[in-house]
């Protein structure tokens, strides 16, 4: 997705500008609201008609001053019937409109008035996270374990103990670890810094992962901590396949299981094992708020630090 393509009004692309610079959204969901807005763009311009081919480029601001909550209703109503998408799918929409509008009235106040803030959508269920058991955990820590590579078990041993994020994960420096306090900063969404306190399972891999780094000369004077071969960060593909070789040695695979389902299982422990409540998960996971946390109370109930120490994989080590 381009920031800048001749296919979109200059507003689009000054819009997409806004949220990749301004609001410092991620990747994912910059293009996500881009391909969501551009379509309702194409709606709006069409008429409804032969939506995906209509030419948006020269699209006025004058038409979009002309859009009324019914076109969005009936934009969303299209997202349904004509494009199948399920609750989800068009709340998604709603929420990237909700941001265009925004920017189009605070930020470049092309419109005086907001035609999406009175709108009334159903919230859609959350559904229940995915994640595995602590039998599955402790295979999969095994059976990493039972590999030569003290890398791929120390970033599982991450996952599965403090719940980051796989973006987070391959942004870490050596420089963020703090083996005196048995502590680590990650930077998460929105460029926002988190300390994530480290149990002794970490710690352990970590230093045995951190002793073997060090036997490589290329990899002096690269801050990262998870290298690649080429002893340069590791990125993000690589860690997925990792995960999922990891996961298929240990018969695992088949069953939907990713990095962030991994991100899951630590929270889903924590809450049932930990003792850790919605605001000490919240602080871990680094959520904005307790409602995208709210998604664990389907399990069972201090510090971030004492929910950590309390995870059952806590004292598994290679």
């Known amino acids: 997705m381009k920031c800048n393509s001749g296919d979109n009004p200059e507003f689009l692309n000054d819009y997409l500008v806004h949220i990749k610079v301004v609001k410092m959204l991620s990747e994912r969901t ?29 699209m006025t601001e004058d038409e979009l001053r002309k859009i009324t909550i019914s076109d969005i209703y009936g934009f969303i109503f299209y997202a349904a019937d004509e494009r199948n998408n399920l609750d989800k799918a068009r709340y998604r929409k709603i929420s990237a409109l909700r941001s265009f509008f925004k920017y189009l009235t605070k930020t470049a106040q092309i419109l005086t008035d907001d035609p ?27 059976t990493a374990g039972d590999s030569d590579s003290a890398r791929n078990y120390c970033i599982l041993t991450l996952f599965l103990n403090c719940g980051i994020r796989l973006s987070e994960l391959i942004g870490i420096n050596i420089s963020d670890i703090d083996f005196y306090e048995n502590r680590m900063k990650v930077l998460g969404k929105g460029n926002k810094e988190r ?41 993000k593909r690589r860690v997925q396949q990792i995960v999922e070789d990891s996961l298929t040695a240990a018969g695992l695979d088949g069953k939907g299981f990713t990095t962030h389902k991994l991100r ?30 709210e998604i664990y109370t389907h399990l069972n109930h201090e510090s971030v630090r004492k929910a950590v ?8 080590k290679k």
């Open 309 to 316: 120490e309390e995870n059952p994989l806590a004292k598994v």
């Open 116 to 142: 999406i803030k009175d709108i009334e959508v159903p919230t859609p269920k959350a559904a229940l996270p995915k994640f595995l058991s602590l039998d599955e955990s402790l295979r999969l820590l095994k």
């Open 30 to 58: 910059i293009n996500e609201y881009y391909l969501d807005t551009r379509l309702f763009l194409k709606f709006i311009h069409s008429k409804g008609e032969d939506v995906d081919d209509a030419d948006i480029s020269k």
């Open 264 to 293: 899951h299982t630590a929270a889903t422990l924590m809450y049932q094992y930990g003792d850790a409540d919605l605001l000490t998960l919240k602080e871990l996971l680094g959520h904005a708020n307790t409602s995208t946390t």
């Open 195 to 235: 300390m994530i306190y480290l149990n002794s399972a970490c710690i352990d891999a970590l230093k045995e992962y951190i002793a073997v780094r060090g036997e490589n000369p290329k990899s002096a004077g690269e801050p990262a901590l998870f290298l690649s071969n080429r002893c340069t960060r590791i990125s």
